[in-house]
């Protein structure tokens, strides 16, 4: 049997675990921390299910709703209240709502954007032209990767793309959408461009295909929270397979296989971030290391729960969006007791704030205190005075953004390439095929799965 090293536990290198586990194959899974699941945590406590990492996945990928039935959670998951489904945009010092039945920046209905008070008239032009040009941006459309700043510009302008395109984005990948490739973080709306040219007709055509049928919910989550996935998961691992606390200090490519600080093992999943990656395969190949390495951002998460009687009251919907240039420092805030259900005692209120980019980055070494009272005062800004709030805290995230820049998919490709002349690997995480829950639960379990049948 292949003696099989996993270095890192979070929630790639978990679901190959759990998936190398459930088909009797033994293996070490080395995690430098005191827990498994990586950036999924969920904090519980006095009736409050708060998350300190990601809230949920989309719902069209299906493989962490498939993971979530394996693991006989079916009863727990829970889809997001879209028929309150509101995204308010802070446009000068004041909450707008964005349109409603809008997919990001593209309205299923064009009329939907005519009298909506979050644009200008040039931009509202720009929505109704860019129907009329769709056999022009058909004919158009790059053969070659561009940012995302480029395409939502051809077919909309900048001021869609600086007032919801940007901070859409930024609030999953927190980078600079004039970077990020269009290819790795939009290929939906690539492929609608290339079939339909206008993408608010191609929009529409899928709904027409849809027919009667409801759309599905945008998001799903569980009823105690994300962490839940981790935990079940991480319940079904033999101990002996799993050493804590065990940061990795050498990896070494051997004739048979890989050392790992000195231990041999046939076959290596590295599903560490990748600059961590990068470090420890940094004699191995040159080239290889090149290709894994690429820029990241912080993001910062500030969670607040109010108990009843206290609560503040909010507007209608998920929370809103801050692009840049407003006088709020945060990225996004996220109504959590209005998204989901099952997060706060009755008559409570759980809210979430987010920093991104350079304001999270300038925040890591600051204290709990500082941080909960900066989100505070952001927050504020928007919503006005809050209460004291019986449950707050502050989670870091150094790094942990990987930007899919322009020239990704080329990238990954040639990566992939090497990682297969060098054999007996493979690279897992949210550094290369994706950055979603359902992403990375694919990813892993799809790697030990080829492991197995090699």
Avoid at 10 to 21: D, F, I, K, W
Avoid at 63 to 88: C, K, M, P, Q, Y
Avoid at 191 to 211: D, P
Avoid at 340 to 364: D, I, M, N, W
Wanted: proline share 5%; charged share 25%; net charge negative.
């Amino acid at each position: 049997m292949k003696r099989i090293a996993i270095v890192g536990g979070g929630l790639a290198g978990l679901s190959a675990a759990y998936e190398l586990q459930r088909n009797g194959h033994s293996f070490t899974l080395f995690e430098q921390s005191n827990r498994l699941g990586g950036i999924v945590d969920t904090l519980r406590q006095d009736g409050f299910v708060i998350e300190r990492g990601p809230d949920g996945w989309v719902t069209e990928k299906p493989w962490a709703r498939e993971l979530a039935i394996e693991l006989g959670l079916e009863d727990e998951l829970i889809t997001s209240n879209d028929h309150e489904r509101v995204t308010w945009v802070l446009q000068q010092g004041k909450l707008l709502p964005m349109p409603d039945n809008m997919r990001m920046m593209v309205p299923e209905n064009v009329d939907t954007i005519l009298h909506s008070p979050l644009f200008s008239e040039g931009a509202r032009n720009a929505y109704i032209a860019e129907e009329q040009r769709a056999d022009e941006l058909k004919a158009a459309a790059p053969t070659q990767d561009e940012s995302v700043a480029s395409f939502i510009e051809r077919h909309f302008g900048e001021e869609v793309l600086r007032v919801i395109g940007a901070p859409l984005l930024g609030g999953v990948f927190g980078g600079d959408v004039h970077q990020l490739s269009v290819r790795a973080v939009m290929p939906a709306f690539v492929q609608m461009e290339r079939e339909y040219g206008s993408l608010i007709r191609g929009l529409a055509a899928k709904k027409a295909q849809r027919g009667d049928r409801p759309a599905s919910p945008v998001f799903t989550s569980l009823k105690t929270g994300t962490g839940t996935l981790v935990e079940r998961m991480a319940a079904t691992l033999s101990d002996a397979s799993i050493r804590m606390n065990a940061e990795v200090e050498q990896i070494e490519r051997t004739r048979n296989g890989w050392s790992i600080d000195g231990e041999p093992f046939d076959h290596l999943m590295m599903a560490l971030p990748v600059h961590h990656a990068a470090r420890l395969l940094a004699k191995t190949d040159a080239r290889m290391v090149e290709l894994i390495v690429q820029p990241t951002s912080s993001a910062v998460i500030v969670g607040f729960g109010y108990l009843p009687g206290t609560a503040p009251v909010t507007p209608k919907g998920f929370g809103f969006l801050s692009p840049e240039g407003e006088s709020c420092r945060l990225l996004a805030a996220t109504f959590s007791d209005q998204k989901y259900t099952h997060r706060v005692p009755e008559g409570g209120k759980s809210l979430r704030a987010f920093f991104g980019g350079e304001e999270a980055e300038a925040l890591q070494q600051e204290s709990d205190e500082t941080i909960i009272a900066a989100a505070t005062c952001e927050m504020e800004k928007v919503l006005g005075p809050l209460p004291h709030s019986a449950i707050a805290f502050a989670r870091r995230l150094p790094s942990s953004l990987p930007q899919y820049g322009v020239g990704h998919g080329e990238r990954m490709s040639e990566l992939q390439e090497r990682v297969n002349m060098l054999g007996a690997l493979h690279l897992l995480g949210n550094g290369y095929r994706g950055v979603g829950l359902p992403d990375l639960i694919r990813d892993g379990r799809a790697a030990a799965r080829e492991l197995l049948a090699s």
